[in-house]
């Protein structure tokens, strides 16, 4: 059952990928994204990595509709289709050689195999993870507010319109 | 007391707030500046903003030499995510020192520009906080977070004068390629993780993030690939901050575009903790891994020399050309770097003299900064040589600190500059790295010969008939900003006559 659904999940993620890249159509290749995505989050839910496949669900959910927003603000129908060059294509053609060579030699050299970490380790449990963030890691939850908090103050500082900027588009 | 409560009562007590008071009091500060701006009517908002930023740092700075020699020193705080060392304290006060003469450009661009200044004195703080906490990090948790809020800092820094399309391209290419090198850094560390993480290997750990653990595990596992792609990342990332060539493509335009006191703050503070996370690494978790970090540095190192001094030889705008070379600084320091893994017994002050140089280069650039910031007119990317000609006349105290600032980074001898590249050639000399001392002896004759044309249009050149800009600039001094700029020149010049303690202490090492 468990292969079964694995392979479901491989496919919908893989082909689902494929689609975005090869669509046309901004807004089919953004669902196109989601649904990859939904297929990540299953594929993690089969490794037991409950909390990840959250994690995925709602960045699947957050981004995509920032990337549909984005594409009815620059109102992009259809994209023409760019011819690629000669260099850029067989760059792509090696780079890609490469990676399936580089991933065929991990697997031959069988690393991946073992018994699996236990899951209150790995933090991969929802209890485990929030009573780690607020005992051990609570400096680093610390900064992480700061960085937050400087991100918004410098979106509006970036964004909000002083008088010398005012003057300085309006000329 | 039930083993819940006992781990609980470890964490709080390993958990010790107070090693971190300059770093929350920073903190404290930046968040005081919000309520302050609330608070004051907007007159006094001009002058209260940057004097409250400055008692913070001075404060900060004073709270952490008063904790100079702590008992905590060397053991890891806060479950091992901390461990402060003498190291880790001298690069605190360089951050807190760095922030300082930041703020004091800082004083002076702003008001030309008309930027809000609470936001700016704000992001800096919390930006100095995390730098510090960068300095004394044992935990890639920790290292990532406090980098990340480091990079979003200058993001936001970077394009802080949003009316100059310069400052915004600036700031775009730099959110660009800052997102990139963190990319790398973080795969190189998920990468790390995995590794040491699996069970079938020696060494293995739960504690994969603790570069402790880390280290231990490599020593047992010096030849596994996928650890030494994680490092190599890691140190790509790494290179991307200190803009080391291969990773230096941005350098010139964000510094060029960046604010004036925004590039000093990049020149100088992002590049220190680039190399104070570099030591903390090479010679820590990774040095089992010599045999790969090794040639990868040495690499980075000659490329940025040759190709920093190169590219600064036709550069006229100032900016630019602090930009390249401070790649060639890089390069330097990069030497310094190799040096300390290369043979670890030989040289053990390699790392004291690399903290050396960072000294004298934060008092050379600052000077030179300082000087530029007066100079500026309107426009704040568009500095250069030409603008500095007659400059030593029309201001013969800005002309003596350029050149002390210059001279510095030049390295000629009697000043600190000079110290500090003799320290690096000396550790390269005893490291036995005879083709990286041959291309740096040959990157710092060339520098002498961009350097000299910026002092040569500064002293020789007549200022001309009718400059455009000799009604915007009255190149008017406070008392305040003379006396700081007359301290870092005399500080260039008494730390290359006297060493002091800095001395004993790399003698001792």
């Given at each position: 059952?468990?292969?079964?659904?694995?392979?479901?999940?491989a496919?919908?993620?893989l082909g689902?990928a494929l689609?975005?890249?090869l669509n046309r159509n901004?807004?089919?290749?953004?669902m196109?994204?989601?649904?990859?995505?939904?297929g990540m989050?299953?594929l993690f839910?089969l490794?037991?990595a409950?909390?990840?496949?959250?994690q995925v669900?709602?960045?699947?959910g957050?981004?995509?509709?920032?990337f549909v927003?984005?594409?009815?603000l620059l109102?992009?129908d259809?994209?023409?289709?760019?011819r690629i060059d000669?260099l850029?294509?067989?760059?792509a053609t090696?780079?890609?050689?490469l990676?399936?060579?580089?991933v065929?030699?991990?697997f031959?050299k069988?690393?991946?195999?073992?018994?699996?970490?236990p899951?209150e380790?790995t933090?991969a449990?929802?209890?485990?993870?929030g009573?780690q963030l607020?005992?051990t890691?609570l400096?680093?939850?610390?900064v992480?507010?700061?960085?937050?908090?400087?991100?918004?103050?410098g979106v509006?500082?970036?964004?909000?319109r002083?008088?010398?900027a005012t003057?300085a588009?309006?000329? | 007391?039930t083993p819940?409560?006992?781990?609980l009562h470890?964490i709080?007590?390993s958990n010790?707030w107070p090693a971190?008071?300059?770093?929350?009091?920073?903190?404290?500060v930046?968040l005081?500046l919000?309520?302050?701006?609330?608070?004051?009517?907007?007159r006094?908002?001009?002058?209260?903003?940057p004097?409250?930023?400055?008692?913070?740092f001075v404060?900060?700075?004073?709270?952490?030499l008063?904790?100079w020699?702590?008992?905590?020193?060397?053991?890891?705080?806060f479950?091992?995510?901390?461990r402060?060392t003498t190291d880790?304290?001298?690069m605190r006060v360089f951050f807190l020192?760095a922030?300082?003469?930041?703020?004091?450009?800082?004083?002076?661009?702003?008001p030309?520009?008309?930027a809000?200044r609470?936001e700016?004195?704000?992001?800096?703080?919390?930006?100095?906080g995390a730098?510090m906490l960068?300095a004394?990090s044992?935990h890639f948790v920790l290292?990532?977070?406090?980098?990340?809020?480091?990079t979003?800092?200058f993001?936001?820094?970077?394009s802080y004068?949003r009316a100059?399309p310069?400052?915004?391209?600036a700031g775009l290419k730099y959110?660009?390629?800052g997102s990139?090198?963190?990319?790398?850094?973080?795969f190189g560390?998920?990468?790390?993780?995995?590794?040491a993480g699996?069970?079938?290997?020696?060494?293995?750990?739960?504690?994969?993030?603790?570069?402790?653990?880390?280290?231990?595990f490599?020593?047992h596992?010096?030849?596994?690939?996928?650890?030494?792609?994680?490092?190599?990342?890691v140190?790509?990332?790494?290179a991307?901050?200190i803009?080391?060539?291969?990773?230096?493509?941005?350098v010139?335009?964000?510094y060029q575009?960046?604010?004036?006191?925004v590039t000093a703050?990049l020149a100088?503070?992002?590049?220190?903790?680039?190399?104070?996370l570099?030591?903390?690494?090479v010679r820590?978790?990774?040095?089992?891994?010599?045999?790969?970090?090794?040639p990868l540095?040495?690499?980075?190192a000659?490329l940025?020399l040759l190709?920093?001094?190169?590219?600064a030889l036709p550069?006229?705008n100032v900016?630019?050309l602090m930009?390249?070379?401070g790649v060639?600084?890089?390069?330097?320091?990069?030497?310094?770097?190799?040096a300390s893994?290369?043979?670890?017994d030989?040289v053990?002050w390699?790392?004291?003299a690399v903290y050396f140089?960072?000294?004298?280069?934060?008092?050379g650039?600052m000077?030179v900064?300082?000087?530029?910031a007066?100079?500026a007119?309107?426009?704040?990317?568009d500095?250069d040589?030409?603008?500095?000609?007659g400059l030593a006349r029309k201001s013969?105290?800005l002309?003596a600190v350029?050149?002390c600032?210059?001279?510095?980074?030049?390295?000629i001898?009697?000043l600190a500059?000079f110290?500090?590249?003799?320290l690096?050639f000396v550790?390269?000399?005893?490291?036995?790295l005879w083709?990286?001392?041959?291309?740096?002896?040959?990157?710092?004759?060339v520098?002498?010969?961009?350097?000299?044309?910026w002092?040569?249009?500064?002293?020789?050149?007549e200022?001309?008939p009718s400059?455009?800009?000799a009604?915007?600039?009255?190149?008017h001094?406070?008392v305040?900003?003379?006396?700081t700029?007359?301290?870092?020149?005399l500080?260039t010049?008494?730390l290359?006559?006297y060493?002091?303690?800095?001395g004993?202490?790399?003698?001792?090492?």
């Amino acid at each position: 059952m468990s292969a079964f659904l694995f392979y479901l999940f491989a496919t919908l993620t893989l082909g689902s990928a494929l689609l975005v890249v090869l669509n046309r159509n901004a807004v089919s290749s953004a669902m196109s994204l989601f649904l990859a995505f939904i297929g990540m989050a299953g594929l993690f839910v089969l490794l037991e990595a409950y909390f990840l496949a959250l994690q995925v669900m709602v960045y699947a959910g957050a981004v995509v509709v920032i990337f549909v927003f984005i594409v009815m603000l620059l109102d992009v129908d259809k994209l023409p289709r760019q011819r690629i060059d000669k260099l850029s294509k067989g760059a792509a053609t090696i780079a890609f050689a490469l990676m399936v060579t580089g991933v065929l030699w991990l697997f031959h050299k069988d690393q991946f195999t073992g018994p699996a970490l236990p899951a209150e380790a790995t933090g991969a449990v929802l209890k485990t993870y929030g009573r780690q963030l607020f005992t051990t890691y609570l400096l680093p939850m610390q900064v992480t507010g700061f960085l937050l908090l400087i991100a918004m103050i410098g979106v509006i500082v970036i964004s909000k319109r002083t008088p010398a900027a005012t003057a300085a588009s309006g000329k | 007391m039930t083993p819940e409560i006992k781990a609980l009562h470890d964490i709080a007590v390993s958990n010790y707030w107070p090693a971190l008071a300059p770093e929350i009091g920073l903190g404290v500060v930046a968040l005081a500046l919000l309520a302050l701006e609330l608070l004051l009517p907007k007159r006094q908002l001009a002058t209260v903003i940057p004097r409250v930023a400055i008692l913070g740092f001075v404060a900060a700075l004073a709270w952490t030499l008063r904790d100079w020699s702590a008992v905590w020193l060397g053991h890891e705080l806060f479950g091992g995510l901390v461990r402060q060392t003498t190291d880790s304290q001298i690069m605190r006060v360089f951050f807190l020192v760095a922030s300082l003469l930041v703020s004091f450009i800082a004083t002076i661009v702003l008001p030309k520009q008309k930027a809000p200044r609470v936001e700016f004195f704000h992001v800096l703080l919390v930006a100095t906080g995390a730098l510090m906490l960068l300095a004394q990090s044992n935990h890639f948790v920790l290292l990532f977070v406090a980098l990340e809020t480091v990079t979003v800092a200058f993001y936001i820094l970077v394009s802080y004068f949003r009316a100059s399309p310069l400052s915004l391209e600036a700031g775009l290419k730099y959110l660009v390629m800052g997102s990139l090198s963190s990319a790398l850094l973080l795969f190189g560390i998920v990468l790390l993780y995995g590794i040491a993480g699996n069970p079938l290997l020696a060494g293995h750990t739960a504690q994969s993030m603790n570069f402790a653990a880390l280290g231990e595990f490599l020593r047992h596992n010096p030849d596994e690939p996928l650890a030494l792609v994680g490092a190599a990342l890691v140190l790509s990332g790494i290179a991307f901050k200190i803009g080391a060539v291969p990773f230096q493509i941005w350098v010139p335009d964000v510094y060029q575009g960046a604010p004036t006191p925004v590039t000093a703050f990049l020149a100088v503070s992002s590049k220190a903790a680039g190399f104070a996370l570099l030591l903390i690494l090479v010679r820590g978790p990774f040095l089992p891994l010599a045999q790969v970090t090794l040639p990868l540095l040495s690499i980075f190192a000659a490329l940025s020399l040759l190709f920093g001094n190169l590219a600064a030889l036709p550069q006229r705008n100032v900016k630019r050309l602090m930009g390249l070379s401070g790649v060639s600084h890089a390069g330097f320091l990069l030497v310094g770097v190799v040096a300390s893994i290369a043979r670890t017994d030989a040289v053990s002050w390699a790392p004291a003299a690399v903290y050396f140089y960072l000294f004298t280069y934060l008092l050379g650039a600052m000077a030179v900064f300082g000087v530029m910031a007066h100079v500026a007119g309107d426009a704040d990317a568009d500095q250069d040589f030409r603008h500095y000609a007659g400059l030593a006349r029309k201001s013969p105290l800005l002309g003596a600190v350029l050149a002390c600032g210059i001279g510095s980074l030049a390295g000629i001898p009697p000043l600190a500059g000079f110290i500090g590249k003799l320290l690096i050639f000396v550790a390269a000399f005893h490291a036995r790295l005879w083709i990286l001392l041959g291309v740096a002896i040959v990157a710092v004759v060339v520098s002498i010969y961009y350097y000299f044309g910026w002092m040569r249009a500064a002293f020789y050149e007549e200022a001309p008939p009718s400059p455009e800009r000799a009604a915007v600039v009255p190149l008017h001094l406070g008392v305040a900003a003379s006396l700081t700029l007359v301290s870092l020149a005399l500080a260039t010049v008494l730390l290359g006559v006297y060493q002091g303690p800095f001395g004993q202490w790399i003698a001792t090492r």
